[in-house]
């Protein structure tokens, strides 16, 4: 059997950046240079692989839901060509891509694998370098046929990833969900996690950017900064709360909530808790929010519940389907306890 083939999407981030008066900056041809002269990514070992380099690069913090679009574009556009992807992309945004990326891929058979670096692949000490070149053979030898993050060593469910560490090697975590693979001395396939199953052919869906508020109970928060955001043109509201997914119970706070779920905006309960899950029966508070229409966010990331609201308001669908489908399992992203 011949080689596999992997087709790279470099999208800008650190892992490409080159030296400047200025700082790190992403620049176009330098990633590939790097590469070119680094013997380990060209071993017999190792598969077959394309780079192509999206003009402009981007710093990650300026990733819109039109990148994941353009990203997601260049993915169905060679999918048929190549026997997996990998995309290279800036930590402070990639669980954000990852989850996006989940939701927009339908009945995936081949892997798409997101990696990246904290330091330049061009820096003596560089992390990209063992980021790219185990996602490469990952892709080739080990394919998850769904949306993955590596780093680190560890392959996570792209959906369930978080950027939990500013400034250390081990940047992301999987707080509810297991990793897929650990590649240490030993590549480990863990089964704790069930895979996702392939149903039907590969369909790309589109995703356009939405009009979704954030809002993050404190003691003392008040209900004017929650009718404010309220007031511009919202269509799903993020409410992230306390513990298992309790808010203040006062009168004029529900009554807002309700309001905008009367007015078809979507209220999503979210824990503020980096593991765990909504449970809104555990307390009255929570139980209160139930009430007035607030749905249950259940274990799912910031990042999954932001990017999922994003894929779905993008379709043509019922406020009440989407609703429904938000507290469905789609791709992997939530789980209603512990056994996953």
Same mark, same amino acid.
Request: proline content about 5%; charged content about 15%.
């Given at each position: 059997?011949?080689?596999?083939?992997?087709?790279?999407?470099?999208?800008?981030?650190?892992?490409?950046? /080159?030296?400047?008066?200025?700082?790190?900056?992403?620049?176009?041809?330098?990633?590939?240079?790097?590469?070119? !002269?680094? @013997?380990?990514?060209?071993?017999?070992?190792?598969?077959?692989?394309?780079?192509?380099?999206?003009?402009?690069?981007?710093?990650?913090?300026?990733?819109?839901?039109?990148?994941? /679009?353009?990203?997601?574009?260049?993915? =169905?556009?060679?999918?048929?060509?190549?026997?997996?992807?990998?995309?290279?992309?800036?930590?402070?945004?990639?669980?954000? %891509?990852?989850?996006?990326?989940?939701?927009?891929?339908?009945?995936?058979?081949? @892997?798409?694998?997101?990696?990246?670096?904290?330091?330049?692949?061009?820096?003596?000490?560089?992390?990209? /370098?063992?980021?790219?070149?185990?996602?490469?053979?990952? +892709?080739?030898?080990?394919?998850?046929?769904?949306?993955?993050?590596?780093?680190?060593?560890?392959?996570?469910?792209?959906?369930?990833?978080?950027?939990?560490?500013?400034?250390?090697?081990?940047?992301? %975590?999987?707080?509810?969900?297991?990793?897929?693979?650990?590649?240490?001395?030993?590549?480990?396939?863990?089964?704790?996690? @069930?895979?996702?199953?392939?149903?039907?052919?590969?369909?790309?869906?589109?995703?356009?950017?939405?009009?979704?508020? *954030?809002?993050?109970?404190? @003691?003392?928060?008040?209900? /004017?900064?929650?009718?404010?955001?309220?007031?511009?043109?919202?269509?799903?509201?993020?409410? =992230?709360?306390?513990?298992?997914? !309790?808010?203040?119970?006062?009168? +004029?706070?529900?009554?807002?909530?309700?309001?905008?779920?009367?007015?078809?905006?979507?209220?999503? !309960?979210?824990?503020?808790?980096?593991?765990?899950?909504?449970?809104?029966?555990?307390? +009255?508070?929570?139980?209160?929010?139930?009430? *007035?229409?607030?749905?249950?966010?259940?274990?799912?990331?910031?990042?999954?519940?932001?990017?999922?609201?994003?894929?779905?308001?993008?379709?043509?669908?019922?406020?009440?389907?989407?609703?429904?489908?938000?507290?469905?399992?789609? =791709?992997?992203?939530?789980?209603?306890?512990?056994?996953?």
């Amino acid at each position: 059997m011949g080689k596999k083939s992997i087709y790279v999407v470099y999208t800008g981030g650190t892992i490409g950046m /080159q030296y400047s008066i200025h700082g790190y900056v992403p620049a176009s041809g330098h990633l590939q240079k790097q590469l070119t !002269n680094m @013997p380990e990514f060209h071993r017999a070992e190792m598969p077959h692989f394309t780079i192509r380099e999206h003009n402009p690069l981007i710093d990650s913090a300026n990733m819109t839901p039109l990148d994941w /679009q353009c990203i997601a574009d260049d993915i =169905r556009d060679n999918y048929e060509n190549y026997d997996g992807f990998v995309i290279l992309h800036g930590t402070d945004t990639m669980a954000f %891509t990852a989850s996006a990326l989940s939701f927009m891929f339908d009945n995936l058979s081949k @892997p798409i694998i997101v990696t990246g670096s904290q330091i330049p692949l061009e820096a003596l000490r560089s992390d990209g /370098q063992t980021n790219l070149l185990n996602a490469l053979y990952l +892709a080739a030898n080990y394919p998850i046929n769904e949306v993955t993050l590596f780093f680190n060593n560890k392959l996570f469910r792209g959906n369930r990833t978080v950027k939990s560490h500013a400034d250390g090697f081990d940047a992301f %975590t999987s707080p509810n969900c297991p990793p897929l693979i650990d590649a240490g001395i030993h590549i480990r396939c863990l089964q704790s996690c @069930p895979l996702l199953k392939n149903d039907g052919n590969f369909s790309s869906h589109k995703i356009t950017p939405q009009a979704i508020g *954030v809002v993050t109970i404190y @003691p003392g928060i008040s209900v /004017q900064s929650i009718e404010n955001i309220l007031l511009q043109p919202t269509k799903a509201l993020i409410l =992230r709360s306390y513990g298992v997914g !309790n808010a203040p119970s006062q009168t +004029a706070l529900l009554k807002c909530l309700e309001k905008a779920c009367q007015q078809d905006i979507i209220v999503v !309960n979210l824990t503020q808790c980096l593991s765990g899950r909504v449970n809104m029966n555990g307390y +009255a508070t929570g139980h209160a929010l139930a009430k *007035v229409g607030v749905i249950s966010g259940y274990d799912m990331t910031f990042e999954a519940t932001l990017t999922k609201l994003h894929y779905l308001l993008s379709q043509s669908l019922s406020v009440d389907d989407i609703r429904t489908l938000m507290q469905k399992n789609l =791709r992997g992203e939530l789980s209603y306890s512990d056994n996953y």
